[in-house]
């Protein structure tokens, strides 16, 4: 049983960047004990992975059992239910990973599925399958957006040098991982401070790319209209978030430039209300990549959800620039908590990825 869901977890990955904000979902169809069909959510707006699994079969599907990574849907969307299609197909037995949390679903398609004499097993590799959808559990449940603060730092916690320079503090293996997950969220965030040091482009350079959107924390409007950014607007999507007190001239040469502004009240960025404003965009993710500036005003908002972070096996000093900027923090009773690490070696670096300990905005 373990083997086929296994197999299904696999598929379900190979959607990732490509169905925000749905959810990733893998099929898998045995028959007589053979693999008869394959399948995986491959785009937004496109067939659910149980059709795409039904339409792959070799043979007959009457009597087939099918493992998905989550409860099939059962209402109609952009595709038709998955339901219907089960009960069409004939199948015996579905074996389900994840219970879905949109209450158009949760809990209703085993009910349909079983007055049609289909027997509906729960819970198979339930952890497994929960952790490929984190982001899409909390999108549907909170409708903002999941948040990942990325930072790549030295052993002491700096990512740069006093002048600036960060070029490179990690290896290129960590640095790929960094693009895969540019590629799985819906959107990559930088602080204005991050353009003006190192004018970045903010895409996507992995296999099959799929470019986030951008958006640029700039509450007075800094942002060079030569910078990298600003120059590819029209090609890769573009927000720019900035205070209600921003100079308008500037704010009109950058609409004419092709890229978004969304204007917050105050005199910096208001992070809550921002984020508030991309979940009701269908922006379900957002990888945080810095300044430093940046991560303090998502921490201090209670806004980052999950915290990767690459160690370099170097020292670079107190002179150097911390991951985080100032935070007020008098007392250390007072700092942001996270979770245990899960570590991963990337090279000579190290991955440590923490969760929230108040992770729900």
Partial sequence: MNGYMK?????????????????????????????IGEGYHERYGGPHAERNAISHCTEDTRGADIYVTLEPCCHRGKQPPCTEALIEAGIRRVYIGSDDPNPLVSGKSEGILRSHGIEVVKGVMKKECDSLNDIFFYYITHGMPYVIMKAAASLDGR?????????????????????GTRK????????????????????????????????????RLRIPL????????RDIPTVIAASEQAPPEKAERIKAAGAEIIFTDGERVDMRALMAELGRRGID??????????????????????????IAPKIIGGDGRPAVGAMGIDRVSEAVSFGAPAATALGGDMLLEYTAVKGDG
């Avoid at 490509?18 to 053979?34: E, H, S």
């Avoid at 990512?159 to 960094?178: F, L, P, V, Y």
Wanted: proline fraction near 4%.
């Fill in 226 to 233: 030569e910078s990298n950014i600003m120059k590819t607007a």
């Fill in 7 to 35: 197999r299904a977890i696999e598929l379900a990955k190979l959607g990732a960047g490509f169905t925000n904000p749905n959810p990733l979902v893998g099929a898998v169809i045995v028959k007589d004990g053979r693999v």
């Fill in 184 to 219: 799985r969220c819906a959107a990559i965030m930088v602080g204005i401070n991050t353009v003006l040091a190192d004018d970045p482009m903010l895409n996507c350079r992995c296999a099959e790319p799929s470019d986030p959107v951008r958006v640029i924390c700039d509450s």
């Fill in 159 to 179: 990512i740069a040098a006093r002048t600036g320079d960060s070029k490179w503090i990690t290896n290129e293996q960590s640095r790929a991982h960094a693009h």
């Fill in 285 to 310: 993710s957002v990888l945080a990549e810095g300044g430093a500036s940046l991560h303090a005003s998502l921490l201090k908002a209670g806004l980052v959800n999950k915290l990767h972070l690459y």
